[in-house]
């Protein structure tokens, strides 16, 4: 099907080679290829295909044999690497090769001296420009949306041919784009060397695109991955959309809510019953939505502990709904993950709003930096095209092909998106996330103003938030909303934050900052970033062309002195950072602990004890010589936004009040930086208590210079000002809020003393779904043999569990050691084992979902928000009590605030996340499984017994572990213990 796109359409008379390589691992220095497959091609017509088998002279993984389907006996007599080398030079010759993630191919192939100046192009990366809505760019995944046969995946040559048609069909989607984005994409590229800018110089040169053909473009249209006119017309539907909406008006009498007529909408026979066919009755739910509905009309504060399967989404969007609809009331929900919003945005409120007989509004609110600026990007366009200077900050060639490539993504997606929400984007690395930060709304650059003459997208969802009944945001935005005098929601007083055990968490992180050498160098690049003599990229290097035309030759030479003036400047503050950072490091190694583990970060607190160390005095010294060449600085800058405003009162500058912003928001930055790092430095900035910080220095093992570090040592006086004092009603609400049988804990940690609390059990019967088995005989962790004895013990369990089993680890280092142990053994009794950091979080949990043996190795984000209902997941083993690391420097501060930090801080906290660990198990109330804690020290320690009082009441046994694998397997088989 796909091939006959081209019959009316020949984008490009080239000869292409599709290459793809089956190999034993991921590393190019250990593993080995066992099979290259490769199509040559000239648009749809295949000139010829090469396959070949390949002896590695080593035994296949199990889980590459499982995903292949090549085993070590059809690789016994196949020709080595060297001799098919050869043959595969002669069938390439010198054509560009195409293929997914073709690196990993060449880097391969490179190692034996092959293909190291043939031109590539990677399928993974064209599809992420030209099909920015797809969301998943794996080749399966594309294949499957654009109707590919994908007929062996995971074998060389039918991947080599899928990744033919691919790019056949990307080729196809670029066609039919505007040719106004790829004319941009392609003068951007002219003159650089990134590996697409052939492909884009050839499009540029085919002729206007034409209607869709009857396949390809209607599967794309279809999809919703379709670029051009049709996604316009879309836009400007929404914006006008937007721009007459009108925002929620207050009803003059405030009415309180019928209790029980909300709750007959979820009894055994209301209107949730009749109209989802899934609704269960659960009376713990109407016990939510009775107490959360009366804090709506009391206008009260109040924290609702919701048991795992209770439906507490729903017990709390019913009152919100009701209430903000019959009031003209908003309602803002703040949740801490993207699943639950997705969850509340995706399902819970379009279910809502189809049942309930009145229309009411929800929209999500980002930070302002998650939403694109147009103009922004008409600039870094501009910028990357003239060649006049490089991206501010971005000199390097590495760098450029960046922003290049975040360009290319961000102009094709602006055609059709709705939103402008970074979401939408795929930026999955730290450097794109850099380029983003040049192109995203900006307070200090983005005026109202201009805002509204772009009808920029932060500005669309604002207004869209301000109509709404519901806005739905996470708990980081209520805190940058209070950082931003409210300038980022709009009003509310009716508040519920749900997964509310991380709203410390949240606030914490919110309020932190971290200064590195890394951060300045790139603003001061922006700024001023030094070429060769006399001779700059960055801001002022393009101020004076930016106002020749408007000024006399007189003005411009006194421009021109304050602006050598700023270079001067800069380069001194360059200087005198890298001469404190080096001091710090200096500090670091004589003070800091030893670091026996490389794969962690060393830190060293700042205490007043260790301020009072004569190295110190050093530091302090290098502090204050950086001090005044930041001082220094902010007066030149100063100095030439006062000419540049003077001369645009006098006549007029066109770029007169964009220049004078920008050159604000440079001082601002600047000042910033200063400012954070005077309170990390200066011990006399940490003496007000309200502001009280802890500090810290930090250096990891990939970094040359430390980073300073600077965090709250307190929030709950920020929490109960600027939420619980702040509105009338506030809802926090998890699964797990308690410790023990008490809310006690996080109440003081949150400035919630005088909040009242309710806990809802859930409705699984865990005395018959649930098994926890504690081991008596596995040494308590640190001891002698105790990892030696849960590598026994987990490769015993999971062999009788047949995978299906989750283990959590408190340390990557330990689940890494764990996995290298276990992985050939498993995997020769046929069970894949998935390690986190090997994929993403979403990858891995979707083949943990759909593999049928298989078991995951996670550490602290899969401790909670994992949802693997039914048999796939049976068994959840905690390897070990989830204590703070000890020397993490917020944990030692917030510790010395109490007269027992063990008791009072960190057991509290290590029983919220062990009860978030065993809440993974059961998700419905079908499903059946065991829990096992290989930590000995629940039954040996007195504190163990907290731990276990914190669990629902479920069958519990302990033993030996040579009795668990026949336990866990009998009990996951529905038996009686």
Same mark, same amino acid.
């Given at each position: 099907?796909?091939?006959?796109?081209?019959?009316?359409?020949?984008?490009?008379?080239?000869?292409?080679?599709?290459?793809?390589?089956?190999?034993?691992?991921?590393?190019?220095?250990?593993?080995?290829?066992?099979?290259?497959?490769?199509?040559?091609?000239?648009?749809?017509?295949?000139?010829?295909?090469?396959?070949?088998?390949?002896?590695?002279?080593?035994?296949?993984?199990?889980?590459?044999?499982?995903?292949?389907?090549?085993?070590?006996?059809?690789?016994?007599?196949?020709?080595?690497?060297?001799?098919?080398?050869?043959?595969?030079?002669?069938?390439?010759?010198?054509?560009?090769?195409?293929?997914?993630?073709?690196?990993?191919?060449?880097?391969?192939?490179?190692?034996?001296?092959?293909?190291?100046?043939?031109?590539?192009?990677?399928?993974?990366?064209?599809?992420?420009?030209?099909?920015?809505?797809?969301?998943?760019?794996?080749?399966?995944?594309?294949?499957?949306?654009?109707?590919?046969?994908?007929?062996?995946?995971?074998?060389?040559?039918?991947?080599?041919?899928?990744?033919?048609?691919?790019?056949?069909?990307?080729?196809?989607?670029?066609?039919?784009?505007?040719?106004?984005?790829?004319?941009?994409?392609?003068?951007?590229?002219?003159?650089?060397?990134?590996?697409?800018?052939?492909?884009?110089?050839?499009?540029?040169?085919?002729?206007?695109?034409?209607?869709?053909?009857?396949?390809?473009?209607?599967?794309?249209?279809?999809?919703?991955?379709?670029?051009?006119?049709?996604?316009?017309?879309?836009?400007?539907?929404?914006?006008?959309?937007?721009?007459?909406?009108?925002?929620?008006?207050?009803?003059?009498?405030?009415?309180?809510?019928?209790?029980?007529?909300?709750?007959?909408?979820?009894?055994?026979?209301?209107?949730?019953?009749?109209?989802?066919?899934?609704?269960?009755?659960?009376?713990?739910?109407?016990?939510?939505?009775?107490?959360?509905?009366?804090?709506?009309?009391?206008?009260?504060?109040?924290?609702?502990?919701?048991?795992?399967?209770?439906?507490?989404?729903?017990?709390?969007?019913?009152?919100?709904?009701?209430?903000?609809?019959?009031?003209?009331?908003?309602?803002?929900?703040?949740?801490?993950?993207?699943?639950?919003?997705?969850?509340?945005?995706?399902?819970?409120?379009?279910?809502?709003?189809?049942?309930?007989?009145?229309?009411?509004?929800?929209?999500?609110?980002?930070?302002?930096?998650?939403?694109?600026?147009?103009?922004?990007?008409?600039?870094?366009?501009?910028?990357?095209?003239?060649?006049?200077?490089?991206?501010?900050?971005?000199?390097?060639?590495?760098?450029?092909?960046?922003?290049?490539?975040?360009?290319?993504?961000?102009?094709?997606?602006?055609?059709?998106?709705?939103?402008?929400?970074?979401?939408?984007?795929?930026?999955?690395?730290?450097?794109?996330?850099?380029?983003?930060?040049?192109?995203?709304?900006?307070?200090?650059?983005?005026?109202?103003?201009?805002?509204?003459?772009?009808?920029?997208?932060?500005?669309?969802?604002?207004?869209?938030?301000?109509?709404?009944?519901?806005?739905?945001?996470?708990?980081?935005?209520?805190?940058?909303?209070?950082?931003?005098?409210?300038?980022?929601?709009?009003?509310?007083?009716?508040?519920?934050?749900?997964?509310?055990?991380?709203?410390?968490?949240?606030?914490?992180?919110?309020?932190?900052?971290?200064?590195?050498?890394?951060?300045?160098?790139?603003?001061?690049?922006?700024?001023?970033?030094?070429?060769?003599?006399?001779?700059?990229?960055?801001?002022?290097?393009?101020?004076?062309?930016?106002?020749?035309?408007?000024?006399?030759?007189?003005?411009?030479?006194?421009?021109?002195?304050?602006?050598?003036? %700023?270079?001067?400047?800069?380069?001194?503050?360059?200087?005198?950072?890298?001469?404190?950072?080096?001091?710090?490091?200096?500090?670091?190694?004589?003070?800091?602990?030893?670091?026996?583990?490389?794969?962690?970060?060393?830190?060293?607190?700042?205490?007043?004890?260790?301020?009072?160390?004569?190295?110190?005095?050093?530091?302090?010294?290098?502090?204050?010589?950086?001090?005044?060449?930041?001082?220094?600085?902010?007066?030149?800058?100063?100095?030439?936004?006062?000419?540049?405003?003077?001369?645009?009162?006098?006549?007029?500058?066109?770029?007169?009040?964009?220049?004078?912003?920008?050159?604000?928001?440079?001082?601002?930055?600047?000042?910033?930086?200063?400012?954070?790092?005077?309170?990390?430095?200066?011990?006399?900035?940490?003496?007000?208590?309200?502001?009280?910080?802890?500090?810290?220095?930090?250096?990891?093992?990939?970094?040359?210079?430390?980073?300073?570090?600077?965090?709250?040592?307190?929030?709950?006086?920020?929490?109960?000002?600027?939420?619980? +004092?702040?509105?009338?009603?506030?809802?926090?609400?998890?699964?797990?809020?308690?410790?023990?049988?008490?809310? +006690?804990?996080?109440?003081?940690?949150?400035?919630?003393?005088?909040?009242?609390?309710?806990?809802?059990?859930?409705?699984?019967?865990?005395?018959?779904?649930?098994?926890?088995?504690?081991?008596?005989?596995?040494?308590?962790?640190?001891?002698?043999?105790?990892?030696?004895?849960?590598?026994?013990?987990?490769?015993?369990?999971?062999?009788?569990?047949?995978?299906?089993?989750?283990?959590?680890?408190?340390?990557?280092?330990?689940?890494?050691?764990?996995?290298?142990?276990?992985?050939?053994?498993?995997?020769?009794?046929?069970?894949?084992?998935?390690?986190?950091?090997?994929?993403?979080?979403?990858?891995?949990?979707?083949?943990?979902?759909?593999?049928?043996? %298989?078991?995951?190795?996670?550490?602290?984000?899969?401790?909670?928000?994992?949802?693997?209902?039914?048999?796939?997941?049976?068994?959840?083993?905690?390897?070990?009590?989830?204590?703070?690391?000890?020397?993490?420097?917020?944990?030692?501060?917030?510790?010395?605030?109490?007269?027992?930090?063990?008791?009072?801080?960190?057991?509290?906290?290590?029983?919220?996340?062990?009860?978030?660990?065993?809440?993974?198990?059961?998700?419905?109330?079908?499903?059946?499984?065991?829990?096992?804690?290989?930590?000995?020290?629940?039954?040996?320690?007195?504190?163990?017994?907290?731990?276990?009082?914190?669990?629902?009441?479920?069958?519990?046994?302990?033993?030996?572990?040579?009795?668990?694998?026949?336990?866990?397997?009998?009990?996951?088989?529905?038996?009686?213990?």
């Amino acid at each position: 099907m796909v091939y006959r796109l081209l019959e009316r359409y020949q984008p490009v008379a080239h000869v292409y080679v599709a290459l793809d390589l089956e190999t034993t691992g991921l590393s190019v220095e250990r593993d080995a290829i066992i099979e290259i497959g490769a199509v040559k091609f000239r648009g749809r017509q295949v000139l010829g295909e090469f396959s070949s088998l390949i002896n590695p002279g080593c035994r296949i993984p199990y889980l590459v044999q499982e995903l292949t389907g090549i085993r070590d006996e059809m690789l016994r007599d196949q020709p080595s690497i060297m001799e098919v080398l050869p043959r595969l030079e002669r069938f390439i010759g010198t054509c560009p090769v195409v293929g997914h993630n073709i690196s990993f191919d060449l880097a391969f192939l490179n190692r034996y001296g092959v293909l190291r100046d043939n031109p590539s192009i990677d399928t993974f990366e064209l599809a992420s420009i030209l099909l920015p809505h797809a969301g998943r760019y794996s080749l399966e995944k594309l294949a499957q949306s654009l109707g590919i046969a994908l007929e062996a995946h995971h074998r060389a040559l039918d991947d080599a041919r899928a990744a033919h048609c691919l790019f056949v069909a990307l080729l196809d989607q670029a066609h039919r784009l505007d040719p106004s984005i790829i004319r941009g994409v392609s003068r951007v590229a002219e003159r650089s060397n990134w590996s697409l800018r052939p492909v884009f110089v050839d499009l540029e040169q085919i002729r206007p695109r034409t209607t869709f053909s009857t396949s390809l473009g209607q599967q794309l249209a279809a999809k919703g991955m379709l670029s051009g006119g049709g996604g316009r017309s879309l836009l400007s539907l929404s914006r006008g959309i937007v721009e007459r909406e009108e925002p929620l008006q207050s009803a003059e009498t405030i009415r309180p809510l019928d209790v029980e007529a909300l709750v007959t909408l979820l009894d055994r026979d209301g209107l949730f019953a009749r109209r989802l066919s899934h609704y269960e009755y659960r009376p713990e739910q109407i016990a939510m939505l009775r107490r959360v509905t009366e804090a709506f009309n009391r206008g009260e504060a109040v924290m609702i502990e919701a048991g795992t399967g209770l439906g507490k989404s729903l017990a709390y969007l019913l009152p919100a709904v009701h209430w903000a609809a019959q009031n003209g009331q908003r309602v803002v929900i703040a949740t801490h993950t993207i699943n639950l919003q997705d969850q509340l945005l995706n399902k819970d409120i379009p279910e809502l709003q189809r049942i309930l007989p009145f229309e009411f509004k929800a929209v999500a609110l980002k930070g302002r930096n998650n939403y694109v600026c147009p103009r922004r990007v008409r600039q870094m366009r501009a910028e990357l095209e003239t060649r006049q200077a490089s991206l501010p900050g971005v000199s390097s060639p590495g760098t450029d092909e960046v922003a290049l490539r975040v360009l290319a993504r961000v102009l094709v997606w602006m055609e059709t998106t709705l939103t402008g929400d970074k979401q939408e984007l795929f930026l999955p690395t730290p450097e794109e996330n850099v380029i983003w930060s040049y192109i995203c709304s900006d307070a200090e650059l983005c005026t109202p103003e201009q805002c509204r003459r772009e009808n920029c997208f932060f500005q669309r969802a604002r207004r869209a938030a301000e109509s709404a009944h519901i806005v739905v945001v996470n708990h980081a935005l209520l805190f940058a909303d209070v950082a931003t005098d409210n300038r980022v929601l709009p009003e509310y007083h009716y508040l519920i934050i749900d997964e509310a055990h991380h709203l410390e968490d949240s606030v914490t992180g919110q309020m932190s900052f971290h200064v590195g050498l890394a951060a300045l160098k790139r603003l001061l690049d922006e700024i001023s970033e030094p070429t060769g003599p006399q001779r700059y990229n960055g801001f002022l290097a393009r101020l004076i062309p930016r106002v020749r035309q408007d000024l006399p030759a007189g003005e411009i030479n006194a421009l021109q002195e304050h602006v050598a003036l %700023c270079h001067d400047s800069v380069a001194h503050v360059r200087g005198a950072a890298h001469t404190l950072f080096d001091t710090l490091k200096t500090f670091l190694e004589l003070h800091g602990p030893v670091n026996h583990n490389t794969s962690y970060e060393r830190r060293l607190r700042l205490t007043p004890a260790t301020r009072r160390q004569p190295a110190w005095d050093r530091v302090e010294g290098a502090w204050g010589g950086l001090n005044d060449c930041l001082d220094r600085l902010i007066g030149y800058l100063d100095n030439v936004t006062q000419l540049i405003s003077r001369w645009d009162d006098q006549v007029g500058l066109r770029a007169g009040e964009e220049l004078q912003r920008e050159l604000i928001s440079y001082r601002t930055r600047v000042d910033v930086f200063r400012a954070q790092l005077r309170t990390i430095l200066e011990e006399e900035a940490m003496r007000d208590s309200h502001r009280a910080y802890v500090t810290w220095l930090e250096l990891s093992n990939q970094e040359q210079t430390p980073t300073l570090h600077a965090a709250p040592l307190h929030v709950g006086h920020l929490v109960r000002r600027h939420l619980f +004092e702040a509105n009338k009603t506030v809802i926090l609400t998890s699964a797990t809020l308690r410790t023990g049988e008490s809310f +006690e804990y996080l109440r003081e940690r949150l400035g919630a003393e005088d909040v009242s609390g309710i806990a809802l059990a859930s409705p699984f019967d865990y005395r018959t779904s649930t098994l926890l088995y504690l081991p008596t005989d596995i040494p308590e962790p640190g001891q002698p043999g105790y990892q030696r004895k849960l590598e026994t013990a987990l490769l015993s369990l999971v062999r009788a569990t047949r995978g299906r089993t989750l283990v959590l680890f408190t340390s990557h280092s330990q689940l890494r050691h764990t996995a290298n142990a276990l992985r050939e053994a498993l995997g020769q009794d046929e069970i894949v084992l998935l390690e986190q950091g090997a994929g993403s979080r979403v990858h891995l949990l979707e083949r943990f979902k759909t593999t049928e043996r %298989c078991v995951l190795f996670g550490t602290r984000s899969f401790w909670e928000g994992i949802d693997v209902a039914g048999e796939r997941l049976s068994c959840v083993v905690i390897t070990r009590l989830p204590f703070d690391v000890p020397d993490d420097p917020i944990f030692v501060a917030r510790s010395e605030a109490y007269a027992d930090p063990f008791y009072g801080f960190s057991l509290p906290n290590a029983i919220l996340r062990f009860r978030q660990g065993f809440g993974r198990l059961i998700r419905s109330r079908r499903d059946r499984g065991v829990v096992v804690c290989m930590d000995r020290r629940l039954l040996t320690k007195a504190y163990g017994q907290e731990f276990l009082r914190s669990l629902p009441d479920c069958t519990r046994q302990q033993g030996p572990l040579a009795m668990l694998p026949t336990l866990a397997a009998r009990w996951i088989d529905g038996e009686t213990i």
